[in-house]
């Protein structure tokens, strides 16, 4: 009788531990808005120039950490990467001291480069998967999109000339966890 109670209670414990670790799959494979769409909803709290938006993940909440730049100010913005509301927002005194010509603000140097949305579709051309992270950075007197998309193996990220077009770099990055 003994027996049968262990084995009874051990099933269950096993069955249970199944169950939680399918729940906490589904849970990471809820489909998320877009980048786009987390960048929209930021948007509309503060129409600036949005500096990088990067998904993220906190206490089992999936999340776009937004950053937006308007008028010497820098606001941090978090974006439910589930019903794209917002759901926090900070606000500071741009304070970092970095000359990246107003963070892209000027009108002339923005219509010169691409637009978020090619950067994505050339990136796209290249990657498959979804877009985890986008940011627009001045280097070397030019700017360029750096992007990190999540793929089926792993981790990828690159950069394209924000001004040509042209693919800088591209790298993967192999989920290698059971690597020795």
């Known amino acids: 009788m003994k027996k049968i109670i262990t084995f009874t209670v051990a099933a269950v414990v096993v069955l249970g531990g199944v169950v939680a670790i399918n729940h906490s799959n589904a849970e990471e494979k809820k489909a998320t808005i877009t980048v786009e769409d987390a960048k929209k909803a930021a948007l ?16 089992g909440q999936s999340y776009y950490d ?22 926090q927002m900070d606000e500071r005194v741009d304070d970092d001291h ?12 923005q219509k010169a480069i691409i637009t978020e949305k090619e ?8 990657i498959k998967g979804d877009l985890i992270e986008i940011e627009l950075d001045e280097d070397d007197g030019g700017y360029e999109y750096e992007m990190e998309f999540k793929t ?5 990220d690159i950069t394209i000339d924000a001004e040509t077009k042209e693919v800088i770099e591209l790298e993967y990055d192999d989920d290698d966890r059971y690597d020795d």
């Open 66 to 87: 937004v950053e937006v730049d308007k008028d010497n100010r820098d606001y941090d913005i978090k974006v439910d990467a589930q019903t794209a509301k917002v759901i």
């Open 152 to 156: 089926s193996k792993g981790e990828a």
């Open 119 to 126: 950067a994505i579709e050339i990136a796209q051309t290249k």
């Open 98 to 109: 970095d000359d990246d010509r107003d963070d892209v603000a000027s009108k002339e140097v």
């Open 44 to 59: 509309t709290e503060v129409d600036g120039i949005v500096e990088e938006i990067e998904l993220e993940r906190h206490n």
